[in-house]
């Protein structure tokens, strides 16, 4: 499940940088800042433990 996280991220960032001013309209762009805010804290908490 994590390597899905970091696949659906990864996915979001080439987007990103591929259209800036389309992915800030675009309401799906919170949907991949969500996900790369949860594979951070998914990482964080695995080293933690």
């Known amino acids: 499940m994590l ?3 970091r ?3 990864s996915v ?3 987007w990103k940088d591929q ?3 389309y992915e ?3 309401p799906r ?3 991949s800042s969500l ?3 949860k594979v951070n804290e998914i990482k964080e908490d695995s ?3």
């Open 3 to 5: 390597e899905t996280f």
């Open 47 to 49: 080293h933690c433990g």
């Open 19 to 21: 259209n800036i001013e």
């Open 29 to 31: 762009r919170n949907f």
């Open 7 to 9: 696949n659906l991220t």
């Open 12 to 14: 979001g960032k080439r």
């Open 35 to 37: 996900i790369e805010e």
């Open 24 to 26: 800030y309209q675009n």
